[in-house]
């Protein structure tokens, strides 16, 4: 994951005073065509896309996923959001079902040490600011607002405002939109329905947040934490069904001793003001139950709720065919942006300094 944008795509063809076009059709080692087509070419300095003496090269990858020979898949660096690889690196060991990978981008930003620090957890955790969706599999629900209140820069204190996203449904249609997702945690034994503030996000001050090996074998979270440890057969959250499971163990807050998430483990981390609620409604052997919804900022929310596979982009710059800023700025600098346009076509583009020399 990487710096990434979400936009509603322009065609290469609007960019005024585009240079050095070229566009060719991704075909494989045999010389089938994919339908998947590239287009390269330069953008001069002193654009809106580029206000800096230094022209930059833009790539478009565009496809129609009514190919039913294409498809949109979010892959991970590895089977935790904080494993690190480069793109190049993450495609190479990508092999599914026999799938050939014809084109990557990076998206969504990480977790770091702005906000991540000594105040919030032991060690770095590296989770993704926006959403993730896998196969139907939710890995991530979108950065709360309480993750900002140890940054060390201007966020510090601050809400979080809305993260954009890009999504496929399970009919393969392309969304873009500010999904926010929610889970419910519901003690079945004593008939108690608590509300959790996110899934696999940072060991936040005064919240709740539920863990599963997506996250990482740790949460890093710090001895102020209550947590209660959860077996279950399976962890798999996702927005249409419910997961199962008994409480295995309880961690006090002050001890040093700090559980270890695996592939039967879901974890409740509480700390600071909602420990008394949550410390006052489990016990070792309760049956306790989770359920995830998601809803759409933007107003597509039952689209939403179809989305297999989702990315977010923490800002969104174009909507509707128009400069886009209620969810970010229109800062210039070397991005990737996911989008689609009018016709459903999707498009991956990067934009980076034309001396980079590489496509990203």
């Known amino acids: 994951m990487c710096a990434s944008q ?12 585009a240079s050095n076009i070229s566009t060719e059709e991704i075909t494989l080692s045999n010389g089938t065509k994919t339908g998947v087509t590239v287009t ?6 002193q654009t809106y896309y580029n206000p800096k003496d230094q022209d930059k090269k833009a790539c478009f990858t565009e496809f129609d996923l009514s190919n039913t020979n294409l498809s949109v898949e979010v892959i991970n660096c590895g089977n935790s959001l ?5 793109v190049k690196t993450a ?3 990508y092999k599914v079902n026999g799938q050939t990978v014809l084109a990557a981008i990076n998206g969504d930003l990480w977790m770091t040490s702005v906000h991540s620090n000594a105040e919030m957890s032991k060690k770095v955790l590296k989770v993704s600011r926006g959403i993730m969706i896998a196969d139907g599999e939710i890995w991530a629900s979108q950065q709360i607002g309480m993750e900002n209140a140890c940054a060390t820069n201007d966020e510090r204190g601050t809400t979080t405002p809305p993260k954009a996203a890009f999504g496929v449904t399970t009919s393969t249609q392309p969304i873009v939109g500010s999904p926010n997702i929610t889970v419910s945690v519901k003690n079945e034994t004593k008939n108690v329905t608590l509300n959790g503030d996110g899934i696999n996000r940072l060991p936040a001050p005064d919240s709740a947040i ?6 990482y074998t740790t949460n890093y979270a710090l001895n102020d934490s209550y947590e209660i440890e959860i077996e279950a057969s399976s962890t798999a959250f996702s927005t249409n069904g419910t997961v199962s499971g008994t409480v295995k163990a309880i961690y006090e807050s002050g001890s040093t001793t700090r559980p270890t998430i695996g592939k039967n483990t879901i974890l409740i981390t509480v700390r600071g003001s909602k420990i008394s609620t949550f410390k006052n409604s489990f016990s070792v ?6 359920k995830c919804d998601i809803t759409d900022t933007l107003g597509n929310t039952q689209l939403w709720k179809n989305v297999t596979e989702a990315i977010g982009g923490h800002i969104m710059v174009r909507r509707n065919g ?3 800023t209620q969810l970010g700025g229109n800062t210039e600098y070397p991005a990737a942006f996911i989008g689609y346009k009018d016709d459903g076509t999707v498009m991956f ?8 020399g590489v496509r990203l």
Do not use: M, Q, W
């Open 82 to 86: 904080v494993e690190e690889k480069t």
């Open 349 to 356: 583009t990067t934009l980076t300094s034309n001396e980079d």
């Open 91 to 93: 495609v190479e060991n």
């Open 322 to 324: 128009e400069v886009y």
């Open 40 to 45: 390269e070419l330069i953008l001069p300095h």
């Open 285 to 290: 052997g309760d049956k306790v139950s989770f």
């Open 6 to 17: 979400i936009c509603f795509a322009a065609s290469p063809a609007e960019l005024n005073g």
């Open 210 to 215: 539920i863990y599963n090996h997506r996250c």
